[in-house]
């Protein structure tokens, strides 16, 4: 399993408010409304948006939208 980190991670920034897991749709938003805490967004792939994403293949693009 990938981890992909949006940010640098300094060493003092050990201690978390709010961690985030998923930085798709709902994960970015619940993140952005506790933009007041110090939040950790753990994401899995390589890219956030979760299924808020497209596809290339042969030519044609396709919406993976949920």
């Known amino acids: 399993m990938a981890a992909c980190l949006a940010a640098p991670v ?3 920034e050990g201690v978390w408010d709010v961690v ?3 930085a798709g ?3 970015l938003a619940a993140a952005d409304g506790l ?3 110090r939040i950790l ?3 899995r792939g390589a890219t956030p948006g ?3 994403a497209t596809r290339t ?3 044609i693009t ?3 939208g949920a």
């Open 20 to 22: 985030v897991v998923g």
């Open 10 to 12: 300094r060493a003092d």
């Open 25 to 27: 749709l709902a994960g």
């Open 41 to 43: 967004v753990l994401e």
């Open 57 to 59: 293949r042969d030519g």
């Open 62 to 64: 396709y919406e993976l």
């Open 50 to 52: 979760g299924r808020a």
């Open 35 to 37: 933009s007041d805490k």
